[in-house]
């Protein structure tokens, strides 16, 4: 009776600290993924990410049902994914602007839960879980997934349903994960791959039948070749720059999805704490080591490391503060400096990215060309203003998914001085207007007496017509 | 009384060190090196407004600076006891002469010999490249030199004392505001480690404690303090983002042979022999220690990520406590044998050894670093310009000197040797090469023109730096006009490009 007694009192104990712990998980993503709603709300009435920029444009191209992207010159096919479908369904609903902004904070504060019954479903010991995900939700990439609008919000979310589903042992649940993995095929084969390597390692841990196991490798497998032969969907996610693999991979370095100097320091050193159990964990350290290498070449990976990166990290600060320490206040100082350094490290991320292009000029401008300019001719401007040009419907002379060829015409026209020539190539993308920022005068030219600057200052074929602090706008007359 | 003579003795090296570094220095009214005039303003600003002057106006005609600030809140307290100039070289001085201590302590704790440690403590003062980069200029690292031996001293005895982990502790802290070359110690401190475990020697806890806090203390505070250049130059901070054609003057390759001159023939060469007998004969994790420094700086040097005065100084320093390790074994071979009675004269042969190969190459190095001050005739026309110039002019001179035409002249100059945070450093020096090097004036006018030069200053640092006799753009009269004409040539740009019409 009394051991009864205790067990019901010990099991309402336990469930109320599970439900103390999924609250305050709550808690801290909604605050951390606040931000973002509170500055589209209150400050800035536009998207941060460029990417945000082309995913909605594309998002709303499909209710139009188009084949071709004529917002670029020339048009160009159009590939959609199931990020865009989402899109486009939620934006019926609740405008497409709204749902490119809040889909991905609801998504993110899902993900957070998800990946927090996930790893109680692995046993994983309460502090170590409330870490990792303090760790998880402070991350840079966390953050840049879960405030732009990209598919990369929608690929975690659904790999993580998709875990949670197939972990469980309720069979209905299990045949609702074949959905989620067949939809997370079609984001191509990057994503299949990965997921079709995480099933056989949950496989490992959380024992299916071969007839359950076998069938969702089929179905990745199926779904991969069905989207990678149909839909050959494109993940734009960030603007490729040209930046080394070391600057994509540290955010402290100026990368978008990148980690935390700290938590990979951190993650390294959870690696060496649980090395010796290698043989129990090796296809799980086989498939972070192989992402890992992956991450070097393409960013994109970064979003499937910060799971393992945020567990490790966790489980190297709780080995710290659970070790015997010959000198307890360096101990504690030690646990400081690290939260301190994971903390600081996003606040200064969470900074620099509010403080990112675009800027309310760039967005004024925009809205100016598309009320006054005739849209029959293409606006000229860097390739990286490319999504914002099509976003509030320019016809754009190039972005960043472009050729080579086309970018090499755009380059003569930065820096030729002869008037024929640029006019010439103009002339061939019926060019219109030209659209120049900031960002444009800083890095592509060095003083206004070069290439195109000394054109619009000097020749009659170009007429300012649009001039704010950091963006001009010139007509080209010669059209 | 015997702990008294000893402090004598380690005291009148310091006083000796000490002197002949203020006898030198006094030799100019001026400093050495590009920076010490940047260290000037800020202790000035600081004096003035109570904070360094980060956003500057004059710098590449206003820029941001990022770099830590303790060295110059100490120089502007003592600068309201005496005049600044003074301050600057007496602080320096003695912050740079303190590392006789410091070396002479732990000299003592490796060895427990009195004699060979004084030698080491002598031979510390005398490093060569130390002692003629830090004499006459207003270095930072002249404190932080010391700093990383008192914290490198704290580390050796926290094993006997736990109250030293918590002087190592403050020391490291404050050198993370001193100087970057912390970095160094914490590499250092692990290459130890590996070491250790190499050696299969049982690592002690509370060192890989220490270590493990520093390290992250000293990540966190350099990613605090270098972020957004972090941000702007990436990886490629580590070289500061200096412009390709000067980086070999700043992070220039070091031979054996200029290492054996700038640390000191007797600390080099005994030193490393210390080192093959700790590696195949004696396993002293004291020694160990010194020999992870060594091993750290000597593979920085090589991959050029250190400034090989710094990284020199540090080498030569970890060497020297390495010869007292072999003067020991020395000194005690020879009580053992007959010649012990002349142990004196033995000790007075190494002494002279030592004053031979350190302290007459340190004055030759310094005698020589005199002729790097800026001379009067430089300062002059400098001052020349604050009063006879307008306000806002720019003024264009060579990278090292335009430290001395934001101090002296009050200017804006288009270059200096800070490029930390600046994005377009290698176009700039390009740029200025073009202008200086050029011989048509419309090739020079309109980069002239791109940074709104008014002033341009052709002296011997621009001859010697561009490899020209003279500045052939100006004969050319009509743009070039001369307005002060003594050993440094200033001209006023007079011309202005008007786009001509290629179109």
């Known amino acids: 009776m009394l051991i009864g007694k205790f067990k019901k009192f010990k099991k309402q104990h336990f469930e109320s600290q599970k439900s103390t712990y999924s609250l305050i998980v709550l808690i801290m993503a909604f605050f951390i993924l606040l931000v973002p709603a509170v500055r589209f709300l209150f400050f800035q009435n536009y998207f941060k990410e460029n990417a945000s920029f082309y995913n909605t444009h594309i998002a709303s191209s499909f209710g139009r049902d188009e084949k071709i992207d004529s917002t670029v010159y020339g048009g160009r096919e159009l590939h959609y994914n199931p990020y865009h479908y989402f899109l486009y369904i939620s934006g019926k609903i609740f405008q497409l602007e709204n749902s490119s902004i809040f889909i991905p904070i609801i998504l993110g504060f899902f993900s957070a839960l998800l990946f927090y019954n996930i790893l109680e479903k692995f046993k994983v010991d309460s502090n170590t879980t409330v870490l990792a995900i303090l760790i998880f939700l402070v991350s840079p990439t966390f953050i840049y997934v879960f405030s732009a609008s990209t598919p990369l919000c929608l690929i975690f979310f659904l790999g993580l349903l998709g ?248 380059k003569t026209i930065y820096y030729s001085r002869k008037v024929e020539v640029t006019k010439k190539i103009l002339d061939k993308y019926h060019v219109g207007y030209i659209l120049i920022d900031k960002n444009m005068r800083e890095k592509i030219w060095v003083s206004e007496d070069q290439g195109l600057l000394f054109l619009l200052k000097n020749s009659d074929s170009f007429r300012k017509i649009y001039n704010i602090d950091s963006v001009e706008v010139w007509e080209y007359l010669g059209k | 009384m015997r702990l008294k003579k000893e ?228 990886i490629t901070i580590v070289w500061q983002n200096i412009p390709a054609e000067i980086i070999n003057t700043f992070f220039r390759e070091t031979n054996l042979l200029e290492m054996v001159y700038q640390i000191g023939l007797i600390p080099f060469f005994f030193g490393i022999y210390v080192i093959y007998r700790t590696t195949f004969e004696q396993k002293r994790k004291s020694i160990l220690l010194v020999v992870g420094f060594v091993l750290s700086l000597g593979i920085s040097i090589w991959l050029r990520i250190i400034k090989p005065e710094i990284g020199l100084t540090l080498l030569g320093l970890m060497l020297v406590i390495l010869l007292s390790d072999y003067l020991k074994g020395i000194f005690e071979y020879i009580e053992k044998t007959r010649i012990s009675k002349f142990k004196f004269f033995i000790i007075l042969f190494v002494a002279l050894a030592i004053v031979a190969t350190s302290i007459l190459p340190s004055i030759y190095y310094s005698m020589k670093e005199l002729d790097n001050v800026p001379g009067s005739e430089e300062i002059n026309a400098m001052k020349w310009m604050k009063s006879h110039t307008a306000e806002n002019a720019v003024v264009l001179a060579t990278a090292e000197e335009g430290h001395l035409v934001t101090y002296f002249g009050n200017r804006k100059n288009v270059i200096d040797s800070n490029f930390l945070m600046i994005p377009d450093a290698q176009e700039r020096y390009e740029d200025i090469k073009t202008i200086y090097t050029s011989s048509y004036s419309t090739v020079a006018t309109p980069l002239l023109n791109k940074y709104d030069v008014n002033y341009l200053i052709f002296s011997e640092k621009s001859k010697k730096d561009f490899e020209i006799n003279e500045l052939k753009i100006a004969q050319d009269t009509t743009c070039f006009n001369l307005i002060y004409n003594k050993t440094i040539l200033i001209y006023k740009s007079l011309c202005k490009v008007i786009a001509y019409r290629e179109i």
């Open chain 1, 163 to 410: 875990v949670f589903l197939f972990i469980q042992e309720s069979k209905l649940l299990f045949f609702l994960s074949l959905p989620v993995f067949s939809t997370l095929s079609l984001f191509g084969f990057a994503v299949s791959l990965t997921i079709f390597a995480i099933t056989i390692i949950l496989n490992q841990y959380f024992r299916k039948s071969s007839g359950q196991f076998y069938s969702t490798l089929a179905v990745i497998i199926v779904f991969a070749l069905v989207g990678g032969i149909f839909l050959k969907s494109t993940i734009v996610f960030q603007n490729p720059e040209n930046s080394n693999f070391v600057k994509e991979f540290f955010s402290d370095f100026g990368g978008n999805v990148g980690f935390s100097i700290f938590t990979v320091i951190l993650a390294f050193f959870g690696v060496v704490m649980l090395w010796k159990n290698k043989e129990k964990n090796y296809l799980a350290f086989l498939l972070f080591f192989i992402l890992l290498f992956a991450s070097f070449a393409d960013s994109f990976f970064n979003i499937f490391l910060i799971i393992p990166f945020s567990l490790l990290a966790s489980y190297a600060i709780i080995s710290i503060s659970r070790s015997q320490w010959e000198i307890t206040v360096i101990k504690n100082l030690t646990i400081l400096v690290i939260f301190c350094g994971i903390i600081f490290s996003s606040i200064s991320y969470y900074n620099n990215h509010l403080k990112s292009a675009p800027s309310q000029d760039m967005i004024t401008a925009l809205k100016f060309l598309n009320e006054k300019a005739n849209k029959a001719y293409t606006i000229f401007s860097d390739e990286k203003n490319g999504f914002l040009i099509e976003y509030y419907g320019g016809t754009v002379f190039a972005d960043t998914l472009f050729s080579k060829e086309r970018l090499s015409d755009e």
């Open chain 2, 7 to 234: 402090h004598m003795i380690v005291g009148a090296i310091l006083i000796l060190t000490f002197a002949i570094r203020l006898y030198l220095s006094f030799q100019t009214s001026y400093f050495a090196g590009d920076d010490s005039y940047f260290n000037i303003r800020q202790i000035e600003h600081i004096r003035s407004s109570g904070f360094p002057l980060f956003k500057d106006d004059l710098s590449y005609s206003g820029r941001v600076f990022i770099f830590p600030p303790v060295y110059h809140y100490i120089a502007a307290f003592f600068s309201l006891f005496m005049p600044l100039e003074i301050v600057v070289k007496i602080v320096t001085n003695l912050f740079a002469s303190a590392i006789v201590i410091f070396v002479f302590l732990i000299s003592f704790h490796i060895t427990r010999n009195f004699m060979s440690s004084v030698l080491a403590s002598l031979a510390s003062g005398f490093v060569p490249i130390f002692f003629s980069s830090t004499f006459t200029s207003s270095a930072t690292y002249s404190l932080a030199v010391p700093l990383f031996f008192f914290a490198f001293y704290c580390f050796l005895k926290s094993e006997e004392n736990r109250n030293y982990v918590y002087v190592f502790l403050t020391t490291i802290f404050l050198l993370v505001l001193v100087h970057s070359i912390v970095i160094f110690l914490i590499i250092g401190l692990l290459f130890y480690l590996l070491l250790i475990k190499l050696e299969h020697l049982k690592q002690s806890k509370q060192e890989i404690e220490m270590i493990i806090f520093s390290s992250l203390l000293i990540l966190w505070f350099q990613f605090l303090f270098y972020k957004k250049a972090l941000l702007t130059h990436g």
